[in-house]
């Protein structure tokens, strides 16, 4: 199994960017699709992006051509860097790690999640 443990999170005006990262320990991050989700007050977790073992990439259409998500093998850490955030990216921000590609879109293909890191950005 994995542990996962995100940072990177806080405060920054609209515009702005922010680099998230989530550190993996026990088995290899590179052995799973990984992803982050965000969740918004009173709603569902919901897909940010996704990296596979290929490092192939998906990207929710709310955030394509603004986030980039990339994994480092040596340090066993996948990062989200987040450019022209908005107001709307303000959510609590989740990495997972999961088996399936087909299934990279389901809260369900992920076994791991690290705790989440607040993201908020002010208008």
């Known amino acids: 199994q994995v542990q996962l443990r995100e940072s990177g999170g806080g405060l920054v005006q609209a515009g702005g960017s922010l680099r998230l990262t989530c550190a993996a320990s026990?088995?290899?991050?590179?052995?799973?699709?990984m992803g982050w989700f965000r969740q918004f007050p009173g709603k569902e977790r919901e897909i940010v992006a996704v990296?596979?073992?290929?490092?192939?990439?998906y990207y929710a259409d709310s955030v394509k051509g603004r986030f980039t998500i990339s994994r480092d093998i040596a340090k066993n850490t996948v990062y989200l860097q987040m450019n022209s955030l908005k107001s709307e990216d303000t959510a609590v921000y989740y990495c997972?790690?999961?088996?399936?590609?087909?299934?990279?879109?389901?809260?369900?293909?992920?076994?791991?999640w690290g705790q989440g890191t607040q993201v908020t950005v002010s208008s």
């Open positions: 997972a790690a999961g088996t399936s590609w087909w299934w990279r879109t389901e809260k369900t293909n992920y076994d791991y």
């Open positions: 026990g088995r290899a991050a590179s052995s799973y699709v």
């Open positions: 990296i596979n073992l290929g490092d192939g990439t």
